[in-house]
């Protein structure tokens, strides 16, 4: 079955505490990207990445980091989470000019 | 001015009713258009593609007006299982995806 998959889906943590979210594709997909979700903002892209190897911010970058080392594979990182970034977090995945296939989501607290 | 905007909602409609909801985006420049279906606490759904000539899924109608900048979404004969928030999406030149922030549907028996 095509998907996205996220992991894990729910988390709840402490200011500071290093966290990771994973990603994953089955689809051969290029372009991956990470959204958070916030009530009256809708979905702002974090970060996002064209293929393996290349990344780049989106609307909302700070205080989160990405890697590409695999096609498949698209964690997000929190090297120092903040209360500010709790929210309901999805990954995405697509072909270019495609359709935009998201990952089930990742609801984040941190105290 | 946001890049692409939506009446929040909600809209409130009885089963089997018509509901349009329209979305206005800023950039004369974007190239495709999309709906999205997002239920309560779930990942967004393609609903249709909107094309420049408008397009039919069953039900479900959308239209773009490229000279006004903004696109609609028309449901006939609402169901109950229409309830969900209905996402705009706009792509530009970049290939970016810019989201609105949805309408809430809520059909009522």
């Known amino acids: 079955e095509a998907q996205v998959t996220q992991n894990p889906r729910y988390l709840i943590t402490v200011t500071g505490k290093k966290l990771t979210v994973t990603c994953s594709q089955n689809?051969?997909?290029?372009?991956m990207s990470w959204y958070r979700q916030d009530p009256g903002l809708g979905l702002r892209q974090i970060y996002y990445s064209m293929n393996v190897e290349v990344t780049d911010k989106g609307d909302v970058p700070e205080g989160y980091k990405v890697s590409r080392k695999e096609k498949r594979n698209f964690p997000l990182i929190l090297e120092s989470p903040s209360p500010n970034q709790t929210s309901l977090y999805f990954c995405a995945s697509r072909r270019l000019s495609n359709e935009q296939f998201f990952g089930p989501g990742t609801r984040l607290t941190v105290l | 001015r946001k890049e692409v905007e939506q009446d929040p909602g909600p809209f409130n409609v009885p089963e089997g009713a018509t509901v349009a909801f329209n979305c206005t985006y800023s950039?004369?420049?974007?190239?495709?258009f999309f709906w999205y279906r997002q239920d309560c606490r779930k990942e967004p759904k393609l609903l249709m593609s909107?094309?420049?000539s408008g397009n039919e899924d069953g039900r479900f109608t959308a239209q773009l007006n490229r000279a006004s900048q903004y696109i609609s979404l028309l449901i006939r004969d609402s169901k109950l299982s229409d309830s969900a928030t209905y996402l705009c999406?706009?792509?530009?030149?970049?290939?970016?995806?810019?989201f609105g922030t949805g309408t809430r549907l809520q059909v009522f028996p």
């Open positions: 950039n004369s420049a974007s190239q495709s």
């Open positions: 689809m051969n997909h290029e372009y």
């Open positions: 999406v706009v792509n530009e030149m970049t290939d970016k995806l810019i």
């Open positions: 909107v094309y420049s």
